[in-house]
């Protein structure tokens, strides 16, 4: 039989011999313990092999506890230190915790506090994750016991922020059983959301009493009243954000913002010429073609012109609510990183501007590179890889300097998306004529058709608050389909299986949040 590893222990003290009694009782704990005297040997033994975790005492001759820490730390061995000493200085403990040290333990010190930090530092990791299995459980228990035939929008938004949540904590968990549960659940909740939204959003649309916020709530809710109260708002949507990926980079913004959390409803479809305008706007597909015929570009095969009149459309929305400021409003729209740049060097300079919105569409533009690039697909095979692709983007971009630099100035910050995305497993059959839109989870055309049990069919395209004309029939993707016509079907279901897509009827591409920054520091 394989003997058991046991956990090896380095301990450095120059007063040794008189631990004998703890070193004994952590060998009768079942650790292989080597005591030396001065931080010298310690360097001498890591060099020889390998430990799992190291005791410093603070006070030797010759090398130091922290210096001793130093030289480990730059030969890079890789094992954690606990630091033990005589002082209660909080400097010093300071110093050790800014050294990135697992523990601190202050003299005398009894064997079971030197058993209880090695075992924090030998078992924590396995403890979390014992723990976040068992807390996993008790909330798929709890999500099982749902019947989501009778949620409301308040509880559809409750279970979607849960899963989300898990959707960030499950990342790099070392339990795949757990992943695939989780991700066996999310995909089953959007069939019952799907027939949720088939069922409710067309009174949504029809009437604004007992409905959520909406895409064209955005402005009126979350900006305007901080400009009547004579605030300062910076509104920024990053383009394509899903909730799952927006918890992933909050954190890296509590520090120096306190955050309030809302949460809004995409309009349909869950693209970018649809509820963005309608953000800026202020107004449904339908109204906006009504209201601004010049302005409604659904037609153009050019998707950068759909979008090309949104500071206009905010113009006019802020004058309708009688919101203008004083000043006119700063808008701009951020493509690439050389724009990105730029508006980070500017940003400063904006601070007497009552209002700026910027947009942002790297992460869009990252989400349909993606299905293109073999290389990002290998860095983002999946929806966790993409959330760690993303957060290395977000912690390096113009965007987090420019809202660390916003955290210092007396301002608002409303930052949202205007649509997520889903990753397209499924194709489904579409059919249509040759001037029917290209995109893959919704499509419009004269007579479009697919399978109703992959698509909200809307052949009544007022009821749905988007533009009418002859014939014209809009398809809505469910859950996780992504539309290829019978012409070459295997080849283009091959190309986009696995993709990010937007534009249908998902959790992930309709609930979004709706958030608002105030600077600790102002």
Same mark, same amino acid.
């Given at each position: 039989?394989?003997?058991?590893?046991?956990?090896?222990?380095?301990?450095?003290?120059?007063?040794?011999?008189?631990?004998?009694?703890?070193?004994?009782?952590?060998?009768?704990?079942?650790?292989?313990?080597?005591?030396?005297?001065?931080?010298?040997?310690?360097?001498?033994?890591?060099?020889?092999?390998?430990?799992?975790?190291?005791?410093?005492?603070?006070?030797?001759?010759?090398?130091?506890?922290?210096?001793?820490?130093?030289?480990?730390?730059?030969?890079?061995?890789?094992?954690?230190?606990?630091?033990?000493?005589?002082?209660?200085?909080?400097?010093?403990?300071?110093?050790?915790?800014?050294?990135?040290?697992?523990?601190?333990?202050?003299?005398?010190?009894?064997?079971?506090?030197?058993?209880?930090?090695?075992?924090?530092?030998?078992?924590?990791?396995?403890?979390?994750?014992?723990?976040?299995?068992?807390?996993?459980?008790?909330?798929?228990?709890?999500?099982?016991?749902?019947?989501?035939?009778?949620?409301?929008?308040?509880?559809?938004?409750?279970?979607?922020?849960?899963?989300?949540?898990?959707?960030?904590?499950?990342?790099?968990?070392?339990?795949?059983?757990?992943?695939?549960?989780?991700?066996?659940?999310? !995909?089953?909740?959007?069939?019952?959301?799907?027939?949720?939204?088939?069922?409710?959003?067309?009174?949504?649309?029809?009437?604004?009493?007992?409905?959520?916020?909406?895409?064209?709530?955005?402005?009126?809710?979350?900006?305007?009243?901080?400009?009547?109260?004579?605030?300062?708002?910076?509104?920024?949507?990053?383009?394509?954000?899903?909730?799952?990926?927006?918890?992933?980079?909050?954190?890296?913004?509590?520090?120096?913002?306190?955050? !309030?959390?809302?949460?809004?409803?995409?309009?349909?479809?869950?693209?970018?010429?649809?509820?963005?305008?309608?953000?800026?706007?202020?107004?449904?597909?339908?109204?906006?073609?009504?209201?601004?015929?010049?302005?409604?570009?659904?037609?153009?095969?050019?998707? !950068?012109?759909?979008?090309?009149?949104?500071?206009?459309?905010?113009?006019?929305?802020?004058?309708?609510?009688?919101?203008?400021?004083?000043?006119?409003?700063?808008?701009?729209?951020?493509?690439?990183?050389?724009?990105?740049?730029?508006?980070?060097?500017?940003?400063?300079?904006?601070?007497?501007?009552?209002?700026?919105?910027?947009?942002?569409?790297?992460?869009?533009?990252?989400?349909?590179?993606?299905?293109?690039?073999?290389?990002?697909?290998?860095?983002?095979?999946?929806?966790?890889?993409?959330?760690?692709?993303?957060?290395?983007?977000?912690?390096?971009?113009?965007?987090?300097?420019?809202?660390?630099?916003?955290?210092?100035?007396?301002?608002?910050?409303?930052?949202?998306?205007?649509?997520?995305?889903?990753?397209?497993?499924?194709?489904?059959?579409?059919?249509?004529?040759?001037?029917?839109?290209?995109?893959?989870?919704?499509?419009?055309?004269?007579?479009?058709?697919?399978?109703?049990?992959?698509?909200?069919?809307?052949?009544?395209?007022?009821?749905?608050?988007?533009?009418?004309?002859?014939?014209?029939?809009?398809?809505?993707? !469910?859950?996780?389909?992504?539309?290829?016509?019978?012409?070459?079907?295997?080849?283009?279901?091959?190309?986009?299986?696995?993709?990010?897509?937007?534009?249908?009827?998902?959790?992930?591409?309709?609930?979004?949040?709706?958030?608002?920054?105030?600077?600790?520091?102002?």
């Amino acid at each position: 039989m394989t003997e058991e590893i046991r956990h090896r222990i380095l301990w450095a003290d120059d007063e040794i011999d008189l631990l004998r009694p703890h070193i004994k009782f952590l060998e009768q704990k079942g650790f292989a313990v080597t005591a030396v005297p001065t931080g010298e040997d310690a360097l001498s033994e890591l060099e020889r092999g390998r430990f799992d975790v190291v005791l410093l005492d603070e006070m030797m001759p010759g090398l130091g506890g922290l210096e001793t820490l130093s030289v480990i730390q730059a030969r890079e061995f890789g094992v954690p230190v606990i630091l033990v000493t005589k002082s209660e200085e909080e400097s010093l403990m300071n110093q050790a915790i800014g050294r990135r040290i697992a523990d601190y333990l202050i003299k005398p010190v009894n064997p079971s506090q030197v058993f209880l930090a090695c075992k924090r530092v030998f078992d924590t990791q396995k403890i979390q994750d014992s723990q976040r299995a068992r807390d996993y459980v008790g909330e798929m228990q709890r999500w099982q016991t749902m019947d989501r035939r009778v949620l409301d929008w308040a509880g559809w938004c409750e279970l979607a922020v849960d899963v989300a949540r898990w959707d960030v904590r499950l990342d790099g968990a070392p339990e795949a059983g757990l992943q695939q549960a989780h991700g066996d659940f999310r !995909r089953g909740l959007n069939i019952d959301f799907s027939r949720f939204i088939e069922d409710r959003y067309p009174h949504w649309v029809r009437s604004a009493e007992d409905r959520p916020l909406l895409s064209t709530d955005v402005v009126r809710h979350a900006v305007v009243p901080h400009l009547r109260e004579g605030r300062r708002v910076v509104f920024i949507v990053i383009d394509c954000m899903r909730l799952d990926q927006w918890f992933t980079l909050e954190p890296l913004l509590e520090d120096v913002f306190d955050i !309030r959390r809302d949460y809004y409803c995409s309009i349909l479809p869950t693209a970018t010429p649809y509820s963005r305008n309608a953000i800026f706007a202020g107004l449904l597909p339908l109204q906006l073609q009504q209201r601004h015929p010049d302005l409604w570009q659904e037609n153009t095969d050019d998707e !950068r012109t759909k979008n090309r009149f949104e500071r206009q459309l905010l113009d006019f929305q802020l004058e309708r609510l009688k919101a203008t400021p004083a000043k006119p409003p700063k808008y701009l729209k951020i493509y690439d990183a050389d724009e990105a740049h730029q508006t980070r060097r500017q940003i400063n300079s904006f601070a007497g501007l009552p209002l700026v919105s910027l947009v942002f569409n790297f992460l869009d533009i990252l989400a349909h590179g993606r299905s293109e690039s073999e290389i990002l697909q290998e860095l983002a095979p999946d929806e966790a890889a993409f959330r760690a692709v993303m957060k290395a983007w977000f912690v390096h971009s113009p965007l987090y300097d420019i809202l660390r630099s916003l955290a210092t100035q007396d301002c608002r910050v409303v930052l949202t998306t205007d649509h997520g995305s889903v990753l397209a497993k499924r194709a489904a059959l579409v059919y249509g004529n040759r001037e029917t839109s290209t995109n893959l989870r919704y499509k419009y055309g004269v007579n479009v058709n697919t399978d109703a049990k992959q698509a909200v069919i809307v052949r009544k395209p007022a009821e749905y608050a988007l533009p009418e004309g002859l014939n014209k029939t809009y398809v809505l993707a !469910r859950e996780d389909y992504y539309f290829v016509y019978p012409t070459r079907f295997h080849e283009f279901e091959r190309q986009y299986r696995n993709s990010f897509q937007h534009g249908g009827i998902s959790v992930e591409e309709m609930i979004l949040p709706l958030v608002t920054l105030l600077p600790r520091r102002s």
